[in-house]
């Protein structure tokens, strides 16, 4: 009886003697400062006077709304207008507004014909009359098998 409780008067001793562990807080603090840089992609200012932009505005990059159905922006796309005589069409005024659509990886063209989104081959040249007939309408093709377009947009391309 004497070893037992002399054993609960060892441990309750060693018990009381023994640390807490807590936790060693530096008064010291340093303070690090870290420079970063934002980069900001600007869409190319449009040149064309009676055009509308033919790229869909309403494209907000890369998986919105969803991985099915976005389309990135013209920025992204780098979409640029320019105004005078194409090379390859020269049957067009000095005024023409153009623009070369070059769909990033993973995208492909659509054409907004009559309100129906059509694929079609990247890249892609759409023009528009500024003066004469058909002022502030975007075409694509070569005069007089063009085609005339409401928008193009750059879709994923989708397996199935």
Request: glycine fraction near 8%; include cysteine; hydrophobic fraction near 35%.
């Amino acid at each position: 009886m004497f070893l037992r409780s002399g054993f609960v008067v060892i441990m309750f001793f060693k018990c009381t003697r023994t640390c807490i562990p807590t936790q060693q807080v530096d008064t010291n603090t340093t303070t690090t400062t870290v420079a970063t840089t934002t980069t900001t992609v600007s869409e190319a200012p449009d040149p064309c006077t009676v055009c509308p932009k033919t790229y869909d505005t309403t494209c907000q990059g890369f998986g919105i709304p969803n991985l099915i159905s976005w389309c990135p922006t013209a920025e992204e796309v780098g979409v640029t207008y320019v105004v005078g005589l194409l090379s390859i069409i020269p049957l067009l005024p000095s005024d023409t507004c153009s623009t070369t659509i070059v769909c990033p990886l993973g995208t492909t063209v659509y054409y907004n014909v009559l309100g129906t989104e059509l694929p079609g081959p990247s890249p892609i040249i759409a023009w528009c009359r500024q003066s004469g007939t058909d002022v502030g309408t975007w075409h694509t093709g070569i005069p007089p098998l063009d085609v005339e377009l409401s928008s193009l947009v750059c879709r994923p391309v989708v397996g199935g």
